[in-house]
């Protein structure tokens, strides 16, 4: 089972929006406040794609709303990526997550899951029609490039694929976790400098 039977043909952003919140392509709705769609213009140069909505993401609606997203607002601005022309989306639209009192704390979604949610992804892609697209951490990487890509071997190298370039880096929020937060977020910011160096 996928999303695919839920995606209308020809469909504009506004209405995969729309869509995508009665979305039942795998289990995760059952326990999410809501799907959260991608944001941004439709005609992005850039499209951005994270792991799944985090907590705040969730309850707000948003993408990167978060502290992983204050993050690469920053890194974006450093990197002289207008964020103004960035669509920004997930590869998994539902937050996973098991509740720990009266904390929610993040799962990865599964492999099931990610090819569950493919078909949205799919369709953002062929709407925005972006120059480039950046995955941000493992999980977006895999859904682009496959699952043998490894985001520790080919981080920061941009791919050629048939209708974009590629490149993958870590989520925002790796960074936020990282032992050496300042050398990690200077290695995430050498990555988006150099794709935006591609983009010339």
Avoid at 29 to 57: C, L, N, W
Avoid at 121 to 137: I, K, M, Q, S, T
Wanted: net charge neutral.
């Amino acid at each position: 089972m996928t999303a695919s039977e839920y995606i209308p043909d020809g469909a504009d952003l506004e209405t995969l929006r729309k869509a995508a919140g009665e979305c039942r392509g795998c289990d995760l709705y059952r326990h999410a406040t809501q799907a959260v769609f991608g944001a941004g213009p439709g005609d992005a140069r850039v499209v951005m794609i994270g792991e799944q909505p985090g907590d705040r993401e969730d309850v707000v609606g948003q993408p990167f709303v978060g502290p992983a997203g204050r993050l690469l607002n920053r890194a974006l601005a450093e990197a002289a990526i207008d964020r103004s022309m960035v669509y920004l989306t997930n590869a998994v639209k539902h937050f996973k997550f098991e509740e720990r009192g009266k904390r929610r704390i993040h799962q990865q979604p599964g492999r099931t899951e990610i090819v569950a949610c493919r078909p949205w992804l799919e369709a953002e892609l062929a709407v925005v029609r972006p120059e480039l697209v950046v995955c941000l951490g493992a999980v977006a990487a895999r859904s682009i490039f496959g699952p043998s890509f490894r985001v520790t071997r080919q981080r920061g190298e941009v791919i050629a694929l048939e209708d974009y370039r590629a490149a993958a880096t870590v989520h925002p929020s790796a960074v936020l976790r990282a032992p050496d937060r300042d050398g990690a977020y200077a290695e995430f910011l050498g990555d988006l400098r150099a794709m935006r160096t591609a983009m010339d």
